[in-house]
């Protein structure tokens, strides 16, 4: 059975860092892309990186390029996202989901159940 | 504005067809395997159609579909445990991003 779960979301400071992480099982985890995906608040899904299998290309949103890094470790089939200089808007529930079989990324076909980060003083 | 464009809302009574669809371009649908994610009162989302595989646990009353440029998500036999958010996603060569719509809120009457 595939399984995703997130851990180390929490309460920040405006300005601070946190690392997120996701611990996969089930599957053959060096084989396939990972992402993370947010949901602030009231709001719809919004993709954040993406971090190919076994090259471990890796690609941002916009917003996100340069103040978040997201790295994988295939030997503890585990990905992780750092995230620094946090922001208010960065405020939202972090997913990680494992991408498809199919060619390109963004069909995902396993959900973490999320993880909250707060950004607040 | 979302890269990809789903309804706002669709609605429709039990038992009923409904599709839902997912708007992009030649640089994403066109090209890409779409993902469609179902999301209950802002719970974690689960995934309903991936490309055109429908992941095990999920009633094949639901089906992907694309032409063209367009993806579609049809549920066949409306049942009220159906009503969610849906969500589309693909990936965009173009602009090197994952892309998503902004969903279609599903009510069922």
């Known amino acids: 059975e595939v399984q995703v779960v997130e851990s180390g979301g929490g309460l920040v400071q405006p300005g601070g860092s946190l690392r997120l992480s996701c611990a996969a099982s089930g599957f053959t985890f060096s084989s396939y892309a990972m992402a993370w995906v947010r949901q602030a608040p009231g709001k719809g899904l919004e993709w954040v990186s993406v971090?190919?299998?076994?090259?471990?290309?890796?690609y941002y949103a916009d917003s996100m390029r340069g103040r978040f890094t997201i790295s994988r470790d295939n030997s503890k089939n585990t990905v992780y996202l750092l995230m620094n200089s946090l922001r208010a808007d960065d405020t939202a529930v972090y997913y990680c989901v494992k991408d498809g079989p199919y060619s390109g990324y963004g069909d995902f076909d396993y959900w973490g159940q999320g993880t909250l980060v707060t950004v607040s003083s | 504005q979302s890269a990809l464009t789903q309804e706002a809302s669709v609605s429709g009574t039990v038992g009923q067809k409904v599709t839902l669809s997912c708007t992009g371009n030649?640089?994403?649908?066109?090209?890409?395997?779409v993902g469609w994610y179902q999301q209950i009162s802002h719970g974690a989302p689960k995934t309903v159609m991936f490309g055109n595989s429908l992941p095990s646990g999920i009633p094949d009353r639901f089906s992907g579909s694309r032409s063209g440029t367009t993806a579609s998500l049809t549920i066949s036999g409306l049942q009220p445990e159906d009503e969610a958010d849906y969500y589309c996603s693909t990936w965009d060569y173009g602009l090197s991003l994952v892309v998503f719509g902004g969903g279609t809120k599903l009510t069922v009457l």
């Open positions: 030649s640089n994403n649908i066109g090209t890409y395997a």
């Open positions: 971090i190919g299998g076994s090259i471990g290309s890796t």
